[in-house]
């Protein structure tokens, strides 16, 4: 079974400075990976995805993550925060094996990035 | 636009009482799924769909039931035997392609359920 670790549960950064989440995933097999954001009381607005090919992926709102598979590693940077970052971000693993043929996700517990002006 | 609705917002549920939630998407997906969500512990999967009329359970399914009787529709019902079910609530929905193992799921605003 597949887990997912978000070692940071809340990081602080100042606003134009930059940022690094780190993911940690556990699966036996290639990992389809995402990064989701959530402000509060809303849902979860995808980010970024890595199924192959290059590990280096871009997402939406200058985000950006690397798949290293010899660090299990799929850690998530910005190169300059802007305060409309500051939410909860959490990282998850997905991997067929849903009855019917779906992608069960297993997520981190997330983490809350607070963006001091 | 196209996108994935729940409704409401924020329900209330008392003691004893079933509560519905719902789920809409115009995005023509086929799977869908229910999330719950507590503070400090991810999200977590109560049932899913693959397809219409058919629909598995998750890992937390108890005290749970759905319904997909249109490929638009995943309603999610709390029964009075869920006894915490304060939490907030995520449905998502995701394309399925032939020959294609990968899927992405999007997500919708959320409900709130709360118990009086």
């Known amino acids: 079974a597949q887990s997912v670790t978000q070692p940071d549960i809340h990081i602080t950064v100042s606003e134009g400075a930059s940022l690094e989440l780190r993911c940690n995933y556990s699966?036996?097999?290639?990992?389809?990976l995402f990064w989701y954001v959530q402000s509060p009381g809303q849902g979860l607005q995808l980010l970024l995805k890595?199924?192959?090919?290059?590990?280096l992926v871009q997402g939406i709102k200058g985000f950006e993550a690397e798949f290293k598979r010899s660090q299990s590693s799929f850690n998530l940077r910005k190169p300059s925060v802007h305060w409309s970052d500051a939410a909860e971000y959490f990282c998850?693993?997905?991997?067929?094996?849903?009855?019917?043929?779906?992608?069960?996700?297993?997520f981190g517990t997330g983490t809350q990035l607070k963006v001091e002006l | 636009d196209g996108g994935i609705t729940q409704s409401p917002k924020y329900l209330f549920r008392k003691e004893g009482q079933n509560v519905t939630l719902s789920c809409e998407q115009n995005l023509n997906h086929d799977a869908m799924y229910w999330y719950r969500q507590d503070p400090g512990q991810g999200l977590r999967l109560i049932y899913y769909s693959q397809i219409v009329n058919d629909f598995q359970k998750g890992d937390i399914a108890e005290g749970y039931s759905v319904s997909r009787e249109k490929k638009e529709s995943f309603p999610l019902t709390v029964t009075s035997a869920q006894k915490n079910p304060t939490a907030f609530y995520l449905c998502?929905?995701?394309?399925?392609?032939?020959?294609?193992?990968?899927?992405?799921?999007?997500f919708g605003p959320g409900t709130r359920l709360l118990v009086l």
């Open positions: 998850a693993v997905g991997a067929r094996g849903l009855t019917g043929g779906g992608n069960k996700l297993t």
């Open positions: 699966y036996g097999a290639t990992p389809y």
């Open positions: 998502a929905s995701a394309v399925k392609l032939q020959f294609v193992a990968q899927e992405t799921q999007y």
């Open positions: 890595y199924f192959s090919g290059d590990t």
